[in-house]
């Protein structure tokens, strides 16, 4: 079975998914978070993005 942590980096890196080089996270405050958390998060996003359940935020005029 595989982990989210092994999902997440298919996701990430392989050919024909997104194909990214190189990614950075940064988990703010919440450092107690373990890898396998921080990558079923991620491909929980992923997951949205690709059902177009999201909302675009443009952040030159969001109120911050």
């Given at each position: 079975m595989n982990t989210h942590l092994e999902i997440a980096k298919h996701r990430l890196y392989d050919k024909g998914a997104l194909d990214a080089a190189d990614i950075k996270l940064f988990p703010?405050?919440?450092?107690?978070?373990?890898?396998?958390?921080?990558?079923?998060?991620?491909?929980?996003?992923?997951?949205?993005?690709?059902?177009?359940?999201?909302?675009?935020?443009?952040?030159?005029?969001?109120?911050c």
């Open positions: 703010g405050s919440s450092r107690d978070a373990s890898k396998e958390q921080m990558a079923e998060q991620i491909t929980k996003a992923i997951a949205q993005i690709e059902a177009g359940d999201f909302d675009e935020v443009d952040t030159l005029t969001a109120d």
